[in-house]
């Protein structure tokens, strides 16, 4: 099976940034797409972004777009998710996960293999 390990996460406040990143083991196929996703306690777990194989096509949660920015490059299995100007209410255990296919996708089901997730807690 695929392994995929997040890093990056921390305490800031609100305002700054921080960057997760996720690194996939050799047996994870390097031509899936791939997708953050987010759990804070209490509410499900959400969609925060995901990108293609190839690093491109890039999909956003509305309540992040203009302020994250997913990126991978093409061939690579490491992923990055640069989060700026952050708020109290991005608090969350933020999860890397391969897609089933070439494409990235909002959807949880699409997605074959997740991480163990990395902490992300913005003070205000």
């Known amino acids: 099976q695929g392994q995929l390990v997040e890093s990056g996460g921390g305490l800031v406040q609100a305002g700054d940034s921080l960057r997760l990143s996720c690194a996939a083991s050799?047996?994870?196929?390097?031509?899936?797409?791939m997708g953050w996703f987010r759990q804070a306690p209490g509410k499900e777990r959400e969609f925060v972004a995901a990108?293609?194989?190839?690093?491109?096509?890039?999909l956003y949660a509305d309540s992040v777009r203009g302020r994250f920015t997913i990126s991978r490059e093409y061939g690579k299995s490491t992923m990055v998710l640069q989060m700026n100007s952050l708020k109290p209410e991005d608090t969350a255990v933020y999860y890397c996960?391969?897609?089933?296919?070439?494409?990235?996708?909002?959807?949880?089901?699409?997605?074959?293999?997740w991480g163990q997730g990395t902490q992300v807690t913005v003070s205000s």
């Open positions: 996960a391969q897609a089933r296919s070439s494409m990235g996708s909002s959807a949880p089901s699409a997605y074959a293999y």
């Open positions: 990108i293609s194989w190839k690093g491109g096509s890039p």
């Open positions: 050799r047996r994870t196929a390097t031509n899936n797409g």
